[in-house]
């Protein structure tokens, strides 16, 4: 089997799957790591557009990200013949703040029902789904059944070597939707090490971040959108003290929230302090180390809470309520909110570790 513009060799298994796209509708893609997602998703997108429909692609591989930066899900729409998904800018990015949906699942089934529900409000008649190689386990059951439940896919198209995402399949055998598309790995499709995976992650954030500067953001006009932090009432100066002298160490920041009390502190909270401050707030005491908020990923997000950019956070200058972040984001004023991530990234694109801050 051929297909123009396209060396691949194709097997006859993905015929029914270039025909559902020609037609349009919703397709999510199903398959481990390696198997040619992403080459589907682009031959998927070419038929469509062929076949005159307007076709978007909504990119979920947060690890190996083609449409916007990593750690976000991208959506781009398909204008002429692409050879793979690098071709296309990035209509609209929603930030997730991962490169893995591990521990982050709600984040990321969200996200690609947000880019896909953009995709239907520009007009989209097909619309190609791309998802992460994550599918053995009760997460990857989770995941991939909360993405099928929250986008609606008219198909799922399944690559797979031999039966692994059978068990993702099941719950759909006896409905009439989605329609199930099972198709073969083709033998042309290259695997990737470890290693290459992440220096392609790299070489992504650096090329975002190349012409990045910094900005300062006010966090009363930019609050916390997935964090304890500036979500709760802040605490007055007598019982920061308290706090202090309870943790031993500096409180930079504290909050009462209705199920406790949230602190950013310089140093390593005492244990036995924090048991003492859930005693007397009725609650949980939660601390934040300064120093884990440094080179944290964040998300930029506008008026609407859509994503309009991605961040690093560089400095908190707690006084005077400000955040110093490194974005391509020309405009520090459009920034109405900030989502943060759980990754720790140089200005390089390098990955330097990961935490939770949120408070959560």
């Known amino acids: 089997m051929s297909h123009r513009g396209n060396s691949l060799d194709i097997p006859s298994s993905w015929r029914p799957a270039l025909d559902a796209a020609r037609a349009g509708g919703r397709l999510l893609l199903l398959g481990q790591t390696d198997t040619g997602k992403s080459t589907l998703a ?53 930030f997730v703040g991962a490169c893995s949906p591990v521990r982050h699942l709600l984040q990321t089934a969200t996200s690609t029902a947000v880019m896909t529900d953009a995709a239907r409000q520009h007009g989209a008649e097909a619309i190609i ?4 190689g994550l599918v053995n386990g009760g997460i990857a059951r989770a995941l991939k059944g909360a993405k099928i439940r929250l986008v609606a896919p008219d198909f799922v198209v399944a ?19 989605p329609q199930v598309l099972r198709l073969h790995v083709s033998r042309a499709i290259k695997t990737r090490a470890r290693e ?6 790299q070489r992504s954030f ?20 997935n964090g304890g932090w500036t979500s709760g009432e802040p605490l007055p100066g007598h019982m920061c003290a308290y706090a202090e002298e309870r943790v031993a160490c500096e409180v930079l920041h504290a909050e009462r929230l209705p199920d406790g009390v949230f602190l950013i502190v310089r140093g390593r909270p005492d244990p036995a302090g924090l048991r003492d401050l859930e005693e007397s707030f009725d609650g949980t005491a939660r601390a934040v180390d300064a120093s884990s908020l440094a080179s ?13 950019a991605v961040g690093i956070l560089e400095d908190v200058d707690f006084r005077r309520r400000h955040m110093t972040v490194y974005t391509p984001l020309g405009d520090a004023r459009m920034v109405r909110g900030v989502r943060l991530g759980s990754l ?13 801050v949120s408070g959560e």
């Open 196 to 201: 290459e995976r992440a220096a392609r992650r």
């Open 344 to 356: 720790h990234i140089g200005r390089d694109g390098t990955q330097l570790g990961t935490a939770d």
């Open 206 to 225: 650096g090329a975002y971040f190349a012409d990045a500067s910094s900005v300062e953001l006010s966090r009363d006009t930019a609050p916390i959108e």
């Open 42 to 94: 682009a031959l998927l997108a070419n038929e469509a557009h062929g076949a005159g429909r307007t076709t978007y692609i909504v990119d979920a591989d947060v690890g190996q990200s083609s449409i916007g930066p990593p750690a976000c899900v991208g959506l781009g729409r398909v204008h002429a013949e692409v050879s793979s998904l690098d071709d296309l800018e990035p209509a609209a990015i929603d």
């Open 129 to 132: 789904i791309d998802t992460t």
């Open 296 to 308: 944290l990923l964040i998300g930029l997000l506008g008026d609407r809470g859509q994503t309009i």
């Open 159 to 177: 690559l797979q070597q031999e039966d692994e995402v059978e068990h993702l399949l099941a719950p759909y055998r006896t409905k009439a939707t």
